[in-house]
């Protein structure tokens, strides 16, 4: 999938989640799932970012620039957290698929919400 010719719009990114819960449903192969889950929202962070920088003069890319590093810091807290709450709640060690594909849903919605501010910003400014 070409993220950078992505639209993106709140409604694909629904369509995204949708089809990750599809792919969860199924059953099989459920860790992948969530892996590719988290591995667009990666993607389509740093193109929401980019399309939303875009639109900025450049003092407000630059308070972008520095939100963004404050948000980064926050994520990698988050994710430890993540990490740690899925160990304490005893779905298997760090290496079961279960465990595995736990974390990647939690880091993914974490990263999504993330994604959408970011839109919504896009999207208000004419």
Same mark, same amino acid.
């Given at each position: 999938?070409?993220?950078?010719?992505?639209?993106?719009?709140?409604?694909?990114?629904?369509?995204?989640?949708?089809?990750?819960?599809?792919?969860?449903?199924?059953?099989?192969?459920?860790?992948?799932? @969530?892996?590719? %889950?988290?591995? *667009?929202?990666?993607?389509?962070?740093?193109?929401?970012?980019?399309?939303?920088? #875009? &639109? +900025?003069?450049?003092?407000?890319?630059?308070?972008?620039?520095?939100?963004?590093?404050?948000?980064?810091?926050?994520?990698?807290?988050?994710?430890?957290?993540?990490?740690?709450?899925?160990?304490?709640?005893?779905?298997?060690?760090?290496? @079961?698929?279960? %465990?595995?594909? *736990?974390?990647?849903?939690?880091?993914?919605?974490?990263?999504?919400?993330?994604? #959408? &501010? +970011?839109?919504?910003?896009?999207?208000?400014?004419?």
């Amino acid at each position: 999938m070409n993220f950078s010719s992505y639209s993106q719009s709140l409604k694909e990114i629904e369509k995204i989640e949708t089809d990750h819960q599809d792919c969860l449903d199924t059953g099989i192969g459920m860790k992948n799932c @969530s892996a590719e %889950f988290y591995a *667009i929202s990666d993607s389509l962070l740093n193109v929401a970012y980019k399309n939303l920088k #875009k &639109k +900025l003069n450049l003092f407000e890319q630059n308070e972008l620039k520095n939100e963004q590093r404050k948000w980064l810091k926050e994520r990698d807290r988050y994710f430890v957290k993540a990490r740690n709450e899925t160990l304490d709640e005893n779905v298997g060690d760090e290496n @079961s698929n279960d %465990f595995k594909m *736990i974390l990647y849903d939690k880091n993914a919605e974490f990263v999504f919400k993330r994604v #959408k &501010k +970011l839109i919504n910003r896009r999207t208000k400014i004419k």
